[in-house]
């Protein structure tokens, strides 16, 4: 009895070595996204990940090691940090050698990840303080930082004259969207009229609306989940105020346009700051992508029309980021394999998805860089490029119909 | 075979196939364009530096060379700003490469630097007028030997004496053959004519009589060197037909005082201004006076400027300055943990294993 027990000691003992990361030739990527809460999100982020990693497979991927391929885990977080930090000790457990993130388990999980040497890509949330080189080595994001969208938004709107509400609502990404907007426009209070805290789970936000109008807002600036913006313009458009209406990339997701379905004409004329989808070299390699996405997987519907009655689609540019995260990865992966892969990705870059060249550096773990944010307009139910900036005015319009 | 090597070879194959190779009194040949680079010599290069390189047309670079040297002249420490003015629209994405350790933004960036492993890196778009000014710290063993002055410093009792050597020559095939008094002047008049243009300037043909050979000649950068120890200044020209070196005998000197050299490669004014009298030796001295302005131009690339066409000007500025200490070899920490926290476990794993073969041996 008493061997037995020794015995099973050393077999505990032997079976600490935690998972490995190179088992039988593959490669693990973990995807932590809120696939149960917010669908959009997950299946973008993880159908880019899935997508690169399909296109790297026909190859493998030849690391100092050996040749391998990639094998994709979806891990849903349900947009709960705590969950997102269970998820990423159980792809560290799995063996996994890069976790891609929408941003919900960063601030939880990052440092488990950096123990295990695990990169941590983000793909989605731009938030300040998610990406920090000193702190956090190990956490690099492709995706439009907050900053960027909120220096971009000041330089857009402030010369225009308007006198700005700034409002954002209560989620964390309205909350740090907004901490981003206080500091785009510290230098130019006289541009703010007012700023307002707005709670997302309310159904009506006229009363919130009303005091912006009163305060002298001539336009409205919002920063907050799709809902919320939908909510801001039924409000200002219900109580016959047709003020300028500017947002963030949550603009993008096809709720907006779901709730204002049966009035398409309150979205006309909203502007939103988003990460550019086409490079200078045209619109050719973002067509590109987009075709390999829907024939992976088909067209992403927005659910509403435009009034020639063509159905509304949703282009795949936060897919692209997830894409172009992993073919970076797999460009470190082959040039510094598994063991220096931390420090490998600020050493490689990769040809985005949309022309560009992706990468990092040693001084910066931004993969979209701050100019890279472009302004887009609705008209029936679809967006172009703005003619008065002179990033936006350069860029195509993405065909959005089918 | 050699990048001159190859230059020369382009100029004869232009002799044989000019347009007008037919033409009656000689052969058109392509006289060393100004934008031959000479080795050894700036710009920088780093191995393994790649990527996308895209800028909208115009980029111009203006950098000063900051070197620090010790009390004998040696240099300690190296330092360049660098500015790149984007004048037009579009985007930009490119490396400059070197020996570079370090790199921050330099007061009027309208953007911040990347740095890579010996690249700084730029990416993003100019929505018409953009300014990218870096300040980049460079591993002076590697890079001080394509600083363009040699200095040395000396005590002799209350005097100090201050030299400097011009140490830009290298070697690069001239051509040689007859050339008409009359072209020679022309090509000459044309040279300096362009020399606002710098890297810019248009190609220049020249016609002989017969296919030039080539000859292998020491090219120089003329310097321009302004000096000042404590209170006294000084000014010299090294190259151009002057002395490639000075020495400068400051008396009375006090111990602390400072030495500073602002270098600035300049154009051979002199060899362009020379009126060709030997139809003979006239076309190696335009083919000299082109090389020796791509010289000078070469100079004014310490750090690359990615538009090989855009205009380029570089000062470099040598000042005393203390020499730092040793930098401590930099292990991240992250792995010492790892790594005694793997010999510890190793170590109680050996410890523990024996105690289970002596506890199980004794059961």
Known sequence: MRRAALLLVVLALAGCGGGDKKSAGKLLIAVDAPFSRSQYIGQTIARGVELAASEVNVGGVPTPDGNYTIEVKRYDNALSPRKALSNIRRAISDGAVAIVDDGTGVDAGWQ??????????????????????????????IAPTNR????????????????????????????????????????????????????????????????????????????????????????????????????????????LRQQLADRPQWLDGLTFATGRMTAELGPDFFYAFESKFENAYGAQNVGVRTRGGDAVIAPPDYAMYSYDFVNVLTQALKQFGVEDLVKGLEQVTARGANGDERGFNQHNHEGVVDDDVFFARFHDMTYAPVADDPLSSTLPTIKQTR | MTRTGRLLGFCVAACAFAPAASAAGGTPILLPSVRTTLTPGPPLTAANVSGEVLYPPG??????????????????????????????????????????????????????????????????????????????????????????????????????????????????????????????AKALRQTHRYLALGAAAPDIYATVRATPLSRSERIVAPLDVQGQVGDERFHYVLGD???????????????D????????????????????????????????????????????????????????????????????????AVTPSHDSDSSWSTFLAVGLGIVGAGTLVVLWANS
């Open chain 1, 112 to 141: 488990a990840a950096n123990d295990a040497h695990v990169p941590i890509g983000i793909t989605y949330d731009g938030g300040g303080g998610l990406v920090d080189l000193e702190t956090r080595p190990n956490v690099y994001r």
């Open chain 1, 148 to 255: 960027g969208i909120a220096f971009r938004l000041a330089e857009y709107t402030i010369p225009k004259g308007l006198k700005l509400a700034l409002i954002h609502d209560d989620t964390t990404y309205g909350q740090q969207g907004g901490a981003s907007l206080d500091e785009a426009f510290s230098r130019n209070p006289e541009s703010v009229a007012t700023k307002l805290t707005v709670p997302s789970g309310d159904s009506d936000l006229s009363p919130q609306v009303l005091r912006a109008r009163r305060a002298g807002a001539t336009a409205l600036l919002v920063w907050g989940q799709a809902s919320t913006i939908a909510k801001v313009v039924i409000a200002a458009r219900s109580a016959g105020w047709d003020v300028p209406i500017y947002a963030t990339p949550s603009a993008e997701d096809p709720v």
């Open chain 2, 59 to 184: 980029m111009m670079s203006d950098q000063k060379v900051l070197v620090g040297i010790d009390a004998a002249g040696k240099p300690v420490s190296l330092h360049v700003v660098q500015r790149l003015e984007l004048p037009k629209l579009g985007d930009y994405s490119f490396t400059v490469p070197g020996p570079i350790s370090d790199v921050e933004a330099a007061p009027g960036s309208d953007s911040q630097p990347g740095l890579r492993r010996d690249a700084i890196l730029w990416s993003g778009f100019s929505a018409g007028k953009k300014t990218l000014a870096a300040r980049a710290t460079l591993r002076p063993g590697a890079a001080a030997s394509r600083l363009p002055l040699r200095v040395s410093i000396a005590r002799g009792g209350d005097t100090l004496v201050v030299r400097g050597e011009n140490v830009t020559t290298a070697r690069a095939p001239v051509l040689v053959g007859p050339l008409s008094l009359t072209e020679a």
């Open chain 2, 241 to 255: 037909g002057r002395p490639l070196r000075f020495e400068r005998r400051v008396a009375h000197a006090r111990k």
């Open chain 2, 257 to 328: 005082a400072k030495v500073r050299l602002v270098v600035t490669p300049a154009p051979p004014e002199r060899l362009l201004q020379t009126q060709p009298r030997n139809a003979e030796r006239a076309l190696s001295l335009v083919a000299r006076a082109r090389l020796t302005v791509a010289r000078e131009l070469q100079f004014h690339n310490f750090l690359a400027n990615p538009n090989p066409t855009g205009r380029s000007t570089a000062a470099y500025v040598y000042e005393t300055a203390k020499r730092s200490a040793a930098p401590k």
